[in-house]
C-alpha cells in the first residue's frame, strides 16, 4: 500500500492598498475552499482551515541583537491539528497558551535555520516580537508555511488577537 503524499498549495495575491476586514474575511474563506478542495496537507481527508484560522501580522523580532522584519500569523490553538503537521522540536499550541500571561511562539523551519542556526536549545528561549518578551516551544516541520512566507506563530487570544 503507497503512502499518499501530500500537495502544497502555494497562493500569491496582490493587492493595491488596503485590504478592509471584509475583503480580508473573503480571501480567507476563498483560499479555505480552495485548500479544502484540493485536500492539501496530506492525509485521507482534505485539510479545512475556517475562515479566521490566522491573522497575518508583521513584526520586528529579536534575538540578542538587531530587530529583523518578520511575518507571521496569530492562529488558533488547533491550527496546526487542522493542518496536519507536527513539531519538528518542541510542541504546538495548548489550551493555557492562548490565556497565559507569558507569550509563546512556534518557529518556522526557515527561521530556525536562518537566525537560530538549527540550535535545538532553542525551546524554553526567549525572543522579543515587538518588544514583547515571548517564549519559543516549537519549530514547524520543513516546507510548512501558512500562510505562505510565514516564519513565526502566535496563538489567538479568546479574544481573537494576540
Known sequence: ???????RLTVLLRF?????PVMRTC????L???ATTMGCGGGDAPI???PGSYT????????????IPFQGAIVTLDFFERARVQP???RFFIEGDAQGSTKVVVLSHDAWTGRFAKSPGVIGRTIEIDGDAATIVGVAPPGFSLPDGTQFWAPMSAGGNR
Open 1 to 7: 500500500m503507497r503512502k499518499r503524499q501530500g500537495r
Open 16 to 20: 493595491r492598498g488596503n485590504l478592509t
Open 27 to 30: 480571501c480567507i474563506a476563498v
Open 32 to 34: 479555505s475552499i480552495v
Open 48 to 50: 479545512q482551515l475556517p
Open 56 to 67: 497575518v501580522v508583521h513584526a520586528q523580532l529579536k534575538s540578542g541583537g538587531a530587530s
Open 88 to 90: 519538528l522540536l518542541g
